[in-house]
């Protein structure tokens, strides 16, 4: 199917990224999202699903469907919002539909690595959708063009998508194949693929990244009976569009979901667990269910915690907004401290293509953040933010803070400090370039310029889980990772080793 050119975004978007600072957070890989749903406008609600993950990622978005034609897809770089309308949801026809919002981590922000990914198979196409990283790409990469297979993108995912198609190709089903292609892959992945017959749902063997299931409505089904079931990223994107969570993808666990129901295959003997643990702290939206409760509440206790480990002699307890504000209100709770709203946060700050101008620029957070100098002159501050990683934001925040009138800024952080690079999706730099891997915590506060600063304990952060702290990645702030990093592709990440740890 022909669509609209939409090179004004094209052209805009890769402008405005090459000017924008990067945030000072760990940035997310992608957000999935899938729905079996004959006789529902998969399309339209692909679309909502994507808007409720449009946090995980903002550099581009895409849905492909599937009818008795074959399958259609459009994707572009921008929000879902700006992608999308309605002209172009309506010929999306079908009764299945793959969504994908995008952050690049494997192949640069541009059109052509957009997803979904479309492949074509003696079977008819296959639209895949990923969140995560493999750590033997290169080697993968290079397996398929031996084979000539015609790459053209930079992105893992497509690479994921070539090895499924070349399985079907060589004679396998797609559940046969899907296990096929799994097998060749190390690393990260949560995957929604969409087929002519039918949806794969899957995760790697550690369940790094999050991937659930529910079904459209309230009524969910007997095991394997025919549903219209959903796959997302996060339970957020489950309610927007009315649909029950009803579980978790498990890991090494693939689903396949036809008009004949839900039947569920393991792929890979899953070992233990390894959700990533910044989805808990930072990633997932607040309102996402994970280990059944809000995430909100983790987050709430995180503060707690932080209060216990970490109090001080304050007027007021501050977040950064909007990711610092459960931990803060947990603050305040435990130490008795009042909360309050120190900054004002631009939710639209993301969508223009205008470029301010230098000296608004040399204003620096203001555009993002605006202090509320009746509520901070004179006060002693406590500001609460949910991580650190080059620690350039937050310098500003702090003079932000300064100028309006407060007298003292301390901050508490509710995680520990990130020392190494994360290879399994998330977006956290080179290791030199982390601010803790570098500096002491001494040097840290006095490099942001507050009066005290401490982090949560790693210790504490898992604990206040209340599950097994062995069931999560950890990595980024240990340098144990779950999954063996090949040589190469960890020495271009890892600049050296901390020979002590950064003191929290």
Known sequence: MTFPSNSFLDESFESYQAHQDRPDKPEEACGIFGLYAPDEEVARLAYFGLFALQHRGQESAGIATFDALGSHCYKHMGLVSQVFDDHILKDLTGHIAVGHTRYSTTGSSHVCN??????????????????????????????????????????????????????????????????????????????????PNGIIGARDQQGIRPLVLGVLGHEIPESGQPAHYVLAS?????????????????????????????????????????????EMIYFSRPDSIVNGESLYSYRRRLGHQLAKEAPADVDLIMAVPDSGVPAAIGFSQQSKIPYAEGLIKNRYVG??????????????????????????????????????????????????????????????????????????????????????????????????????????????????????????CSACFTGKYPVEIPEPFKRAKLKFELKEPVAT
């Not at 666990?253 to 899953?270: D, K, R």
């Not at 007298?407 to 977006?427: A, K, L, Q, W």
């Open 351 to 472: 969508r223009t293509f205008i470029q301010p101008t230098q000296s608004m620029r040399e204003v620096g957070i203001r555009m993002k953040l605006n202090p509320l100098k009746d509520v901070l002159e004179g006060k002693r501050v406590l500001i609460v933010d949910d991580s650190i990683v080059r620690g350039t934001t937050s310098r500003k925040i702090v003079q932000a803070l300064r100028d309006a009138g407060a007298t003292e800024v301390h901050m508490r952080i509710s995680s520990p400090p990130v020392t190494h690079p994360c290879f399994y999706g998330i977006d956290t730099d080179n290791q030199d370039q982390l601010i803790a891997a570098t500096k002491s915590l001494e040097q840290i506060a006095q490099q942001i310029d507050v009066d005290s600063l401490a982090y949560l304990s790693w210790e504490g952060m898992l604990e206040t889980t209340y599950q097994d702290p062995d069931s999560f």
């Open 114 to 195: 957009a997803q979904p990914a479309v492949v074509p198979t003696r079977l008819g196409n296959l639209a895949l959708a990923h969140n995560g990283n493999l750590v033997n790409a290169a080697d993968l990469r290079e397996e398929l063009i031996d084979r000539n297979h015609d790459l053209v993108t930079t992105t893992d995912s497509e690479m994921i998508a070539f090895a499924l198609a070349e399985a079907v190709n060589d004679g396998a089903d797609w559940v046969q194949a899907a296990e096929t292609a799994f097998n060749r892959c190390y690393g990260a992945f949560s995957l929604v693929i969409g087929t």
């Open 234 to 278: 996060e339970t957020c994107a489950l309610d927007i569009i009315g649909a029950t969570y009803v579980r978790d993808i498990e890991p090494g666990e693939l689903v396949w979901i036809t008009a004949e129901g839900l039947t569920s295959h393991t792929w890979a003997e899953a070992t233990q667990r390894k959700l990533c643990v910044f």
